[in-house]
């Protein structure tokens, strides 16, 4: 008999480890010889014995409201039933996120760092919880002791090209954080529409968040749809985006673009361009010769102005200003572009684009902001203070990480979500092929830089571009299964790192999407 009860109780035990799907992986795990589960039930208490923890709180309780359809009670002191307690342990760890958690039969004990590290302790707990809908939610035993690798985790959305609604924005952020990601870059203008209220210039929403159509198709398309097609987000929008993103402990990074990738915003105000237009707010993709005047005052002065409506609407200490796929052919034929180049005593145009950066990294640094661009921003001169976003592979970051610049990876190969994730891709994509695989194997941190340089590697981050991602469910179709890789790759010490492991727990991730109501593509590879 005793033979029989050793057994069950072994089986029972592997069972429930087998249930400890964590993604991104903990830096330390450990289960208790004696296996255990403590249930969580809507008498269960929430406990705050660290000040400051609500959020952490009212995040963890919107969760089981919306997936298992109740709520704890919150309280600041401990009572005679078992719960969840909330608090601060002292960890001294260089990144801010640390949190070490305990489950065991007098409750759950969760201690972080500071406030972020508290919240991303609750994100682990979310995931102890079982896959299905459940009155009473039994996890098991165990200790963990968690902190992230790297202080830049990023997943990006291109609202230009498609527009998506605030209720939605906040779902994706909603996403970043449950995945333990801490900044969201929000690319706001491009040549297919200007998505930011800016008050002085209203024409930049009045004319230039709309286009008069969009090819129907993979570019260059097999038509033009021809529906006024636009939106934008007013300021009183973006704060409460912005203060939704920082109850997550999630930063939201905004993006300008300049020089290139100015259609929308020469349409609204022709002067801003070389030649005085007219232009058009672009109903196809791609890269536009028509870009902003480097040899017009005016120019530097408009962008100064609505730089100074964007920059308080984001606490975020970086402001991304684009600096990719300028082309120079209109500035060649410029007189005030070349008129500029000769009293600089400028090599070419490529300085000139240097000086443009340059120009605006002063202005902006004047606000006490730091830039980031594109690793085109490379070209011609580093501006002195930049932060180099390496998206044309991984050569531009690790130049800039010489140079002694902060960098975040996000080169196509591998952080691209708008490429295809499998091969026989059965939804219309811009090309390419990044399946989870390839995103799990990413490494931030070069070989070619040595301990100095790999430093200067902040992270990584995903991009998705929307030039076929036209609606929410693609936008979740798209990012989904990937960003689990992700956030492993950017959590997770490096050393731990085991795709059939990953692939095991992705199962159970699955299971969540599901849960969650989110749509994800099921035929990954």
């Not at 500071?114 to 035993?141: D, M």
């Not at 798209?478 to 790759?489: C, G, K, T, Y």
Request: aromatic share 12%.
């Amino acid at each position: 008999m005793k033979k029989v009860w050793f057994f069950a109780t072994m089986i029972l035990s592997m069972h429930l480890r087998a249930q400890v799907n964590i993604i991104p992986q903990p830096a330390e795990l450990k289960m208790p010889e004696t296996a255990g589960t403590f249930a969580i039930t809507a008498k269960t208490p929430i406990i705050l014995e660290g000040s400051g923890l609500e959020n952490s709180a009212n995040f963890l309780n919107d969760y089981l409201k919306q997936v298992y359809g109740f709520t704890l009670p919150i309280t600041k002191k401990a009572g005679k039933v078992p719960g969840i307690i909330l608090n601060y342990d002292k960890m001294e760890y260089p990144i801010a996120g640390a949190y070490n958690m305990e489950v065991n039969a007098k409750g759950v004990y969760i201690g972080g760092d500071n406030e972020t590290g508290t919240f991303y302790g609750v994100q682990t707990l979310l995931q102890l919880l079982p896959a299905e809908k459940a009155s009473s939610l039994a996890i098991s035993y165990l200790s963990i002791k968690d902190y992230p690798r790297f202080q830049y985790r990023g997943l990006h959305l291109d609202v230009s090209r498609h527009f998506f609604p605030v209720p939605f924005v906040k779902r994706y952020i909603d996403y970043i954080a449950l995945h333990k990601m801490n900044y969201f870059h929000w690319h706001l203008t491009d040549d297919q529409g200007w998505r930011i209220e800016i008050k002085k210039y209203p024409n930049l929403t009045k004319t230039g968040a709309w286009r008069n159509g969009t090819i129907i198709g993979h570019h260059p398309g097999t038509g033009n749809d021809s529906i006024h097609y636009g939106g934008f987000y007013t300021q009183k929008e973006v704060k409460e985006i912005v203060e939704y993103a920082a109850k997550r402990y999630i930063t939201v990074l905004p993006e300008i673009e300049m020089p290139g990738h100015a259609s929308a915003a020469l349409t609204a105000y022709p002067y801003l361009g070389c030649t005085g237009g007219p232009y058009q707010v672009q109903q196809t993709w791609g890269v536009f010769n028509d870009v902003y005047c480097a040899g017009n005052d005016s120019v530097f002065t408009f962008l100064q102005n609505v730089l100074d409506e964007v920059m308080p609407l984001f606490p975020a200490k970086y402001v991304h200003i684009g600096g990719d796929e300028c082309p120079k052919e209109s500035w060649k034929t410029c007189p005030k572009c070349q008129k500029r180049i000769a009293e600089l005593h400028l090599k070419d145009e490529h300085e000139l684009q240097s000086y443009f950066i340059q120009r605006m990294e002063k202005y902006i640094n004047s606000k006490g902001k730091t830039i980031i661009g594109w690793d085109e921003i490379l070209e011609g001169g580093l501006a002195p203070n930049a932060v180099v976003m390496s998206w044309r592979g991984e050569k531009g970051g690790i130049e800039a990480a010489k140079q002694n610049h902060d960098v975040i990876m996000t080169p196509t190969g591998y952080m691209y979500l708008d490429y295809s994730q499998s091969k026989k891709e059965d939804s219309l994509t811009i090309g390419g092929y990044v399946p989870v695989n390839k995103i799990y194997s990413y490494e931030p941190v070069s070989k070619e830089l040595n301990e100095a340089e790999g430093k200067h590697i902040l992270g990584a981050q995903a991009n998705l571009w929307t030039e076929y991602v036209t609606n929410p469910k693609k936008v979740e179709y798209m990012i989904f299964p990937r960003v689990s890789a992700l956030s492993e790759v950017l959590w997770s010490p490096a050393a731990k790192r085991n795709w059939s492991d990953f692939e095991t727990r992705l199962q159970t991730q699955c299971k969540r999407y599901t849960l969650w109501g989110t749509n994800y593509n099921k035929t990954f590879e």
